[in-house]
């Protein structure tokens, strides 16, 4: 009877110690998760408030990516088109705390070198997504002459499983596809990165650009506590049972 109770405790104490193992390394990878989230963090703090650049030339446009260029802050002229814009819905926004429920405004505009760049000229409470195209809140920037603007690059993203299906008819979009947009609208080929408008806001404050600011969450350490005190737990619930054990035998 007790080699029975000794093979069950060694065979329990082997199980405790790989869940252990494992609650411990996932305590481990949050922890390392902070560190990268805090270097994240600080990166993007940076490139946020550096001074604004020369918007990247179409030459270089390849190269580039969301992990080195993602926020980078351009400035730059261009002239809104006369096309079809868009409208993404959107629920809020971790770099727009000043926004809610409502919706992101996106038209194309052509640079003077005859490229074509989307913007994002910023949010829109009243979607206006049932009105016709000359009531429509972009509408008044469409004016045929060019701006200056100031704003961040940003890349698109691809629709969700659990995304809605854009509404066409409506122009209305749940994820930023520029290249979905691109196809459904009839723009022309445009930059593989999209600006979210910092400036000029218009006379009528809408649509309604802003300057972005990093609010990632960050609950790390807090996983990590948990985790490494499930196993600290474990621990000490194998250190009463077998004790128990060893009192009966």
């Known amino acids: 009877m007790t080699q029975v109770a000794n093979r069950h405790g060694v065979g329990l104490g ?83 705390p000043d926004v809610g429920l409502g919706t992101w405004a996106f038209l194309p505009a052509q640079l003077p070198n005859g490229s074509t760049v989307v913007v994002n000229a910023g949010f829109v409470q009243n979607t206006m997504q049932d009105r016709g195209q000359q009531d429509r809140a972009v509408r008044p920037l469409v004016t045929g002459q060019p701006v200056t603007m100031t704003g961040y690059l940003r890349f698109p993203e691809k ?9 066409r008819a409506k122009r209305l979009w749940f994820s930023r596809d520029i290249g979905e947009m691109v196809q459904a609208l009839g723009w022309e080929k445009v930059a593989p990165f999209y600006i979210d408008l910092e400036t000029p806001v218009p006379a009528s404050g809408v649509p309604k650009p802003g300057p972005l600011e990093v609010h990632l969450k960050d609950d790390h350490m807090q996983y990590a506590i948990t985790w490494f005190g499930l196993a600290a737990a474990l621990l000490v619930a194998f250190g009463v049972w077998w004790r128990s054990q060893r009192r009966s035998t």
């Open 159 to 167: 629709a969700g499983l659990l995304s809605a299906s854009p509404t």
């Open 14 to 96: 082997l199980f405790t110690l790989a869940v252990m193992a494992l609650f411990i390394g996932l305590g481990v990878w949050q922890l390392q998760r902070r560190v990268e989230k805090h270097a994240l963090i600080a990166a993007l703090t940076e490139r946020l408030a550096a001074t604004p650049g020369a918007l990247p030339q179409p030459a270089d446009w390849a190269a580039l990516s969301p992990t080195k260029d993602e926020f980078r802050r351009v400035s730059f002229s261009a002239t809104y088109e006369s096309l079809p814009d868009a409208m993404v819905y959107s629920s809020g926004s971790a770099v727009r």
